[in-house]
């Protein structure tokens, strides 16, 4: 009987069901594994995520294993699209087979959800073994890059704000609707909007904003670091830099982009280069962002500037079941 406990697979169960005594040792755990792989302070989203089991209101599954619970991940459903909202299977336990198992329950449970046709996931904690993703007919792939610079790099950076026509400011509440804009313009037809379908319209793009700017999913959106640049001929916002705080001492970079006739200029590394100085005034000592693998004009520009990447995680869809 021993051996054959042994060798037998977790049991999946539904996150409402279990207690929040249960969770508390894999989340201690995966704050200590976002800090160590990340530099990325997990307490806030660890937090709410316990208010939520607290009052069963958390949906997703879990592995359970000789009573403990090993992993978990959770969904939300946002009207048509199902969002796979964190993923984690502690270390001891990470193998190809338990992150097929609780990957497949979640998937399956969102497309068995009434209204739900899409399923959007980034998961940076997958431990990348696994050799067929669930239903991966319905399927779409594209690996992440995750990418830091230390700050001490970053005063050598040579200002390049003349050569640009433009203004640089600070974020300002102002500018919010007009950065809509502008995300949806930036990403039009781009690989990006494959992954996260918000960039494909004006109010998706809305939504995606108010998402980090409130909340804490990426970091605290930090204003004062987020750099916004407006067009001198048109008066019109051309190109943004957001960023956030992910730890005390590390920043991240949510959002960088440029509307399309005014690339090439030097826009993109001048926000960039300002939200990086104004994160190491503001104490931080590494910043990282994350980029598509295929986004190589982007990640030329951050490898110029002293970014190296640290990590390789999917960006997987599900469409068509
Ligand atoms: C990525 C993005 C923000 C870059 O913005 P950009 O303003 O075109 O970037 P820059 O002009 O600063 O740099 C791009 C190139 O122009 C060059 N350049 C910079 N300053 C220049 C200048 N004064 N004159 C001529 N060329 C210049 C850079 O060296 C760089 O060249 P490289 O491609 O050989 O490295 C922009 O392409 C974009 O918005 N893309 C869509 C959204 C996106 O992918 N965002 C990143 C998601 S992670």
Known sequence: MAALSDVSLPEVIELQQIGLGELDPLLAEEINVWTQRF????????????RFVQVHALHGHALRWRREVI????????????????FYVSSAHASAT???????????????????????????????????????????????????VTADAVPALKPRAGSTGAKFYTWEERFGEEIAHLVAAAYRGHV???????????PGARHFLTNIIRFPGCGVFAPLSSAVAVDDRTGRVCGACLTSMVSENSGHVTQLCVLPAVRGVGLGYELLRRSLLNLRQAGC???????????????????SMGFRSSAVFPALVWEGF
């Open 98 to 148: 338990n992150e097929a198992l609780l990957l497949g329950a979640v998937v399956q449970g969102l497309m068995l959800t009434s209204g739900v046709r899409r399923i959007e996931s980034q998961l940076m904690m997958l431990s990348g073994g696994m050799s067929q993703i669930p239903f991966h007919r319905f399927l779409t792939r594209h690996d992440r890059l995750f990418m830091e």
């Open 285 to 303: 000592t590494t910043v990282s962002l994350t980029v598509t693998c295929s986004n190589v004009d982007a990640i030329r520009l951050y490898e």
């Open 192 to 202: 990006d909007s494959e992954i996260n379908d918000q960039y494909r319209t004006i």
């Open 71 to 86: 992993g978990y991940a959770y969904v939300v459903v946002e009207g048509r699209k199902g969002l796979i909202g964190d």
């Open 39 to 50: 530099a990325w302070d997990f307490r806030g989203s660890a937090e709410l995520l316990r």
